[in-house]
Each structure stands twice: as structure tokens, then as C-alpha cells.
């Protein structure tokens, strides 16, 4: 049985979240013309760096970083679980980053990005890494327990 933990459902912080998340995206196809996939943004940054191609996609990833950090500065930050071993973390990691490259974008280029497009391919890729993770949850959390 699910349930929400009422006490710390904040759905005006999702819905900023969400909006910052959107309003990002939007300038960036619209200044930049690239789509806000992570793993787009880092592998071209790390793969096939090139000079004019660099400084916005080290801005995004600076943002990424600098961003929890400001928060931190003007609030405290929300308490963090992990019911997982630096082992299970590193494997998961791994098999997040290769079904990125194998579905040739992750869940905020794809999801976010390639949705809101309404991009057929996006959709597709949604629905099976929204299945796999439904799935892995479930057996993670039901069956081997």
C-alpha cells in the first residue's frame, strides 16, 4: 500500500521547481537552439568539447552544481535517505548512464524536453525508462525483501 507523507508534501516548491525546470529548457532552445538533455549537455562537454560550444554547456553544468549550493545558503537543506550501499549506488549510476546512451538522451531531454515537443521517439523512451524504474521498484522493494 502507498501512501504520502503529508507532512512533507510541498507541492508549491514542485510547482517552482517544475517552472524553473521549464523556463530553463525554454531559453535555452530559444537563445541556444540545443535541447536541456543532462547527458547531452555533459557528454558534449566531456566528448567532442568544442570553443563556442563549451561556455553554455559548462554555465549549465555549474548551474547544476551551484544551484543545491546557493540553496543551502539561504535555507537548510532537506534531510536525504539512501537505502543503498556505495556498490548498488556506483551500479546503478553505471546502468543509468548507458541506458542514456543507448536511448540516446536521458529523462529530462526526453521527458521534459522531448514531450513537451511531442516528439514520438520521447514519448516511447518515456514510457520504457518510466516502466523500467516502475518495474525495478517494484522488485527491488516487493520481492526481494
Do not use: N
Not at 14 to 35: C, D, K, N, P, T
Not at 85 to 112: D, I, K, P
Amino acid at each position: 500500500m502507498m501512501t504520502i507523507d503529508w507532512l512533507h508534501f510541498t507541492p508549491a516548491s514542485a510547482l517552482a521547481g517544475g517552472a524553473l525546470i521549464g523556463l530553463a529548457a525554454a531559453l535555452l532552445i530559444l537563445l541556444e537552439g540545443r535541447i536541456a538533455g543532462i547527458s547531452g549537455i555533459i557528454g558534449g562537454l566531456l566528448h567532442s568539447p568544442s570553443r563556442g560550444d563549451s561556455a553554455w554547456r559548462l554555465a549549465f553544468a555549474l548551474g547544476l552544481v551551484a544551484a543545491p549550493l546557493l540553496y543551502r545558503v539561504l535555507a537548510a537543506l532537506p534531510e536525504s535517505r539512501i537505502d543503498a550501499g556505495w556498490g548498488t549506488l556506483v551500479v546503478a549510476g553505471a546502468l543509468v548512464g548507458f541506458g542514456s546512451r543507448l536511448g540516446s538522451g536521458c529523462t529530462s531531454g526526453h521527458g521534459v524536453c522531448g514531450l513537451s515537443r511531442l516528439s514520438p521517439r520521447s514519448l516511447v523512451a518515456t514510457l520504457v525508462f518510466m516502466s523500467a524504474g516502475f518495474a525495478t521498484v517494484f522488485v527491488c522493494r516487493h520481492l526481494f525483501v
